[in-house]
C-alpha cells in the first residue's frame, strides 16, 4: 500500500482533533478555488432494495429531506439524489441439465434475481427473459424517481450465472481466476444492453450510467463467497467494455455513458486505469472507484488522472462497520481534499453489525435501530446540494461548498477531540446580510442533527464553538461574492 502525499495530510488532519479546547482556530474559506460541482449523494439498492423494496416510509427517508417516523422517533431525510440498480445474477431454472451453483454461505436475500433466465433466446420478449423478477429492488428505484432522484446506474456484481465457467454467480472455485466464460461476453454485453432499454421504454427510468464491473481484480469472488461476485482481469475489462458499449449503440443508448472499474480501492483503480489502451479509456465517460482503503491510498494520484483524462470522477461505493459515523466522515473529508470526486454513494443504508446507517435484520426483514452513522450523513447531504461549488479552505477537518445562485454557503467539520472554538474568515465574501444557523450531531454523546440559531456574522468573520467529538454543519445564507 503506498501512502505518497495522504500520509502526511491525514496525520495533521487527526492528530489536532485530540488537543485539549484552547485557542480560536481560523478557518479561511476561499471561494477561487474550485474543486468541483457537487452532482449526487446516493446509495445501492440491491440487498436492501430486495427487502424493503415496498416501503414507502424509507423511500421518504433516503430520497427527500423530510422528516420521516421511523422506529418511533423522526428521523432527518438525507436527500440522495443518485441511486445504484443492481442488475441481478440468480434464477433457479435449468440450462440444458445445468442448475445454478449456490454458495453454502450465501443467505437469500443477497441472491439478487435475473432476467434472462437461460440465454436461449436474445429477444426480451421471448419465454428466455422474466421481467416479473426482482420487483422490490425496481419499485424502490422508482419510488426514488418520484421523489426527485436524477441518477440512475445500472451495475453488476456478476454475470447471469449461467454465463459463468462454474455456473455460480459468487465467484470461480479461485478467486483469482476470471469466471465470466468468453464466450459469453457479448451475451453479458447484451444482458445489460437489454435492462438499460427495458428500463427506458417501460420502468420509467432511464439510467444515466452503466459500470459493467464490481471491484473486479479483487481475489475473494469465490464459489462459497457470502454474497454474488465476479473476478474478472485487467485485459478480460479490455474487451468487456467496448462489446458493452457497442450492445448499448445497438438499442440506441448512444448517449448513455459507461463508468468502470468500480475497484475496492483507489490505488487498484489506478492500476486498472492505467492498465487499458487509450481507445478504451476513451469509451469510458466517467471512473468509479469504492472508498474501501479508508484513510490509506493514493486518493490525489487518482484525482489528477482523472482530470488529465477528462473523465468525471464518483466514489460509487463506500461502508464501513463503525456505527457511529466518526470513520465515514473521517473518509469523507479525506475524499473531499484529495479524491475531489463529484458524487458519494454509501453501500447498503440498512444492514448489520454497524455498516448500515440504520441497524436492521436482513434474513428477517426488521429494523432495530437507527445509528448515529444516518445523522453524520445528513449533516452533509441535506447540505452540500447538487450543483454547489466545493471550495477551499485553510483546513482539512473541514468541506466547504457555496452556491451563488441560493447565496449560501456550507461549511461540515469534524472536531475529534474535546471541545473547541473556530473562527470563519469570510473575507472573500460580501457579508452585510448575512444570516447563520448550525446543525450538530455528537455520535458519542446526546445530540442528533440538533439545529441551533446561535451564530452571528460579525465584520466579515464568524465564532462557532465545536462541542466534543462531532460533526458540526454551519451554514450562513445571503452571502454574495
Known amino acids: 500500500m503506498t501512502f505518497r502525499g495522504i500520509l502526511t495530510p491525514l496525520l495533521s488532519l487527526f492528530a489536532l482533533s485530540g488537543a485539549a479546547h484552547s485557542a480560536t482556530r481560523d478557518i479561511h474559506i476561499d471561494p477561487s478555488e474550485d474543486r468541483g460541482t457537487w452532482e449526487a449523494w446516493g446509495c445501492s439498492l440491491a440487498w436492501w432494495g430486495k427487502v424493503f423494496g415496498d416501503r414507502e416510509d424509507l423511500a421518504d427517508l433516503f430520497f427527500t ?7 418511533g422517533a423522526e428521523q432527518p431525510g438525507l436527500g440522495m439524489t443518485f441511486v445504484r440498480y443492481n442488475a441481478g445474477a440468480c434464477s433457479w431454472k435449468e440450462v440444458e441439465g445445468r442448475k445454478m451453483g449456490v454458495s453454502k454461505i450465501i443467505l437469500p436475500y443477497r441472491q439478487m434475481e435475473g432476467f434472462w433466465l437461460d440465454g436461449a433466446d436474445p429477444d426480451p420478449d421471448s419465454a428466455s427473459w422474466d421481467w416479473s423478477v426482482d420487483a422490490n429492488q425496481r ?3 422508482q419510488m426514488a424517481k418520484a421523489r426527485g432522484a436524477t441518477h440512475f446506474e445500472l451495475f453488476s456484481n456478476s454475470p447471469m450465472w449461467w454465463m459463468c465457467r462454474n455456473d455460480n454467480p459468487s465467484g470461480a472455485a479461485d478467486a483469482r481466476a476470471d469466471n465470466l466464460r468468453e464466450d459469453q461476453y457479448s451475451n453479458f454485453a447484451h444482458y445489460l444492453a437489454t435492462i438499460a432499454r427495458k428500463a427506458k421504454d417501460e420502468w420509467g427510468v432511464p439510467f ?15 464459489a462459497d463467497c457470502k454474497q454474488e461476485g465476479c473476478h474478472v482481469s485487467r485485459e478480460a475489462q479490455e474487451k468487456i467494455l467496448p462489446l458493452v458499449r457497442k450492445a448499448l449503440d445497438s438499442e440506441d443508448l448512444h448517449d448513455l455513458p459507461l463508468a468502470a472499474s468500480d475497484e475496492n480501492t483507489y490505488d487498484e483503480a489506478i492500476d486498472t486505469w492505467r492498465s487499458f489502451r487509450p ?4 469509451l469510458v465517460e466517467q471512473i468509479n472507484v469504492h472508498g474501501y482503503q479508508y484513510g490509506q491510498g493514493s486518493r490525489d494520484r487518482l484525482q489528477r488522472i482523472a482530470e488529465k483524462d477528462g473523465k468525471k470522477l464518483w466514489n460509487s461505493e463506500y461502508g464501513d462497520g463503525n456505527g457511529d459515523g466518526i470513520e465515514m466522515a473521517k473518509n469523507l473529508l479525506l475524499d473531499f481534499e484529495y479524491l475531489r470526486p463529484t458524487a458519494w454513494a454509501y453501500w447498503q443504508p440498512l444492514d448489520g453489525g454497524g455498516w448500515g446507517l440504520i441497524d436492521a435484520d436482513m434474513p428477517r426483514a426488521e429494523l432495530k435501530a437507527v445509528n448515529p452513522k444516518h445523522h453524520v450523513l445528513a449533516q452533509f447531504s441535506r447540505h452540500i446540494l447538487p450543483g454547489m461549488n466545493i471550495i477551499g479552505t485553510s483546513s482539512r477537518e473541514a468541506v466547504a461548498a457555496y452556491s451563488r445562485d441560493l447565496r ?12 473547541k472554538e473556530i ?12 444570516a447563520a444557523a448550525r446543525w450538530i450531531t455528537e455520535p458519542r454523546g446526546a445530540a442528533r442533527y440538533e439545529f441551533r440559531r446561535d451564530l452571528q456574522v460579525e465584520q466579515g468573520a464568524m465564532k462557532c464553538t ?8 454551519v451554514e450562513i445564507r445571503n452571502l454574495d461574492l
Open 208 to 222: 444515466t450510467t452503466v459500470s459493467p464491473f464490481n471491484e473486479p481484480i479483487s481475489a475473494w469472488w469465490f
Open 423 to 434: 473562527s470563519l474568515d469570510l473575507s472573500s465574501f460580501r457579508t452585510g446580510q448575512a
Open 65 to 71: 429531506t423530510q422528516n420521516v417516523p421511523i422506529l
Open 279 to 282: 481507445a478504451v479509456r476513451k
Open 408 to 419: 449560501r454557503l456550507v461549511l461540515v467539520t469534524l472536531n475529534e477531540g474535546d471541545e
Open 139 to 141: 419499485q424502490m428505484m
Open 466 to 473: 465545536l462541542p466534543a467529538d462531532s460533526i458540526v454543519t
